[in-house]
């Protein structure tokens, strides 16, 4: 889609959105492209197995994405668990996110991980768990 970056930064801004409107992607020059535009965008980095792969497997994907300085970069829940203790020594905890926990059970384990954010599909779930702690 030649020419998304620049639609969706322009939507941002034509609606007053920018402190609210975090960009996320898999690849890291559709993130470098947002930041060239607005450079003071808020990105988020996903990461799952197959974006791992493309960009030389976990450790260097993170590489990657933590190169754009104040970049969060949430890693899928099922590539992460067996990888937290790894991917918080590389990006850490301010850095590091999870997606996508959607049962109570999942949203309460990460939440209590030392990460940043939780990418849920279920934000009802999630305020309900914030509010329990």
């Not at 409107?21 to 947002?34: A, D, G, K, Q, Y």
Request: contains cysteine; charged residues 25%.
């Amino acid at each position: 889609y030649p020419g998304l970056e620049r639609k969706v930064v322009n939507a941002v801004r034509a609606r007053g959105l920018e402190r609210q409107v975090r960009v996320t992607s898999f690849m890291p020059h559709i993130l470098e492209t947002v930041r060239a535009i607005w450079p003071d965008a808020r990105l988020v980095a996903s990461v799952d197995r197959r974006s791992a792969e493309m960009l030389g497997g976990l450790g260097p994907a993170l590489d990657r994405f933590l190169a754009f300085g104040d970049c969060c970069v949430a890693v899928e829940k099922a590539l992460l668990a067996p990888s937290l203790a790894f991917c918080l020594e590389r990006a850490g905890g301010e850095r590091l996110g999870v997606w996508v926990p959607n049962t109570p059970d999942e949203i309460g384990h990460w939440m209590a991980q030392p990460i940043r954010q939780v990418t849920t599909d279920r934000p009802d779930l999630a305020l309900a768990a914030r509010a329990r702690r």
